[in-house]
């Protein structure tokens, strides 16, 4: 079937905020007096939200403490280095001039997400920002991607989902959605291939041949 929307995780996949990421998790954790996470370690623990990040990196016990100095330090330096993938805007404006929707699905926070999107630009390509704290839900719970799909106006039949993560390809199998995997962020193609993804490619240029060819 036609795509007709087309949903994009964001960190790894068309915004690159890892060294913000990395920088509050260190800082977080260096005031709180605790070893500071090797950016791989950081890297590695982006996929589930922010607060199962703290959770991986420093444990249950300092989430609580943890939390609101990242939030302090993010906000205040978060914009400074963010970046968008090559290959972002191309691809969306392709797909806006077929007539697909594009819309972001993140477990970034909602407000964060909407922040540098505009930051970078992004926003008036984009007819929707999905992410952490908008709704009850996170990915990979079918009800996430459900919500953004009732709001967008259209059915899972039609929608892909762009994602750099084994969650990414998770919520795709749990909302019956087709999707196309980058390894731009923070897992291999074999992960992704091992978690069920079919269509794995290095980055978003690779990428949008096939997606442009089911639109």
């Not at 302090?72 to 972002?88: C, I, K, Y």
């Not at 926070?109 to 992410?131: M, N």
Request: hydrophobic share 45%; net charge neutral; with cysteine.
């Amino acid at each position: 079937m036609r795509l007709r929307t087309v949903l994009f995780d964001l960190d790894g996949t068309i915004v690159d905020q890892f060294q913000a990421i990395y920088r509050c998790h260190t800082h977080a954790m260096r005031q709180v007096g605790l070893p500071e996470p090797t950016f791989d370690q950081v890297k590695r623990a982006i996929g589930r939200g922010l607060d199962d990040a703290i959770r991986d990196l420093a444990g249950e016990a300092n989430v609580a403490r943890i939390l609101p100095i990242y939030m302090e330090h993010w906000r205040a330096t978060s914009l400074q280095d963010a970046a968008v993938f090559p290959g972002t805007f191309e691809l969306l404006a392709a797909l806006r001039a077929r007539g697909v929707k594009c819309a972001a699905l993140t477990n970034k926070r909602g407000d964060s997400s909407r922040e540098v999107c505009a930051h970078l630009k992004l926003t008036p390509l984009l007819d929707g920002i999905f992410g952490a704290g908008d709704t009850a839900w996170l990915k990979p719970q079918r009800e996430f991607a459900a919500h953004a799909l009732r709001t967008l106006g259209t059915t899972a039949a039609e929608t892909a989902l762009v994602g750099d993560s084994i969650y990414d390809v998770a919520t795709a199998l749990n909302a019956g959605l087709a999707f196309y995997g980058v390894t731009t962020g923070t897992h291999d193609a074999a992960a992704l291939r091992a978690a069920g993804a079919t269509e794995v490619f290095p980055d978003l240029p690779a990428a949008t041949p096939a997606l442009l060819a089911r639109c």
